[in-house]
């Protein structure tokens, strides 16, 4: 049988925002080149799988019209 620990909301959100002054957040220009980075891997990601699946329904198409 698991016994709950006694939870308080207050000491909770307290040692919440006491870890996130911890945070070593990133600059506006790394958010930005980062955002970035992940559109065009997205795109780059995105295109490739497309061709494939352009690619393999052709194949299909080519050898059930045989």
Same mark, same amino acid.
């Given at each position: #049988?698991?016994?709950?620990? !006694?939870? !308080?909301? %207050? ?6 925002? =006491? ?8 600059t /506006?220009?790394?958010?930005t /080149?980062? =955002? #970035?980075? &992940?559109?065009?891997?997205?795109? %780059?990601? +995105?295109?490739? &799988? +497309? +061709?494939?699946?352009?690619?393999? =329904?052709? &194949?299909? %198409? ?5």
């Amino acid at each position: #049988m698991h016994i709950m620990p !006694n939870i !308080n909301p %207050a000491k909770f959100l307290s040692e919440v925002k =006491t870890e996130l002054t911890k945070v070593t957040w990133p600059t /506006r220009p790394q958010v930005t /080149r980062l =955002t #970035m980075v &992940v559109i065009l891997i997205s795109l %780059a990601v +995105g295109l490739f &799988v +497309g +061709g494939l699946d352009f690619v393999f =329904t052709k &194949v299909v %198409a080519i050898i059930l019209k045989r």
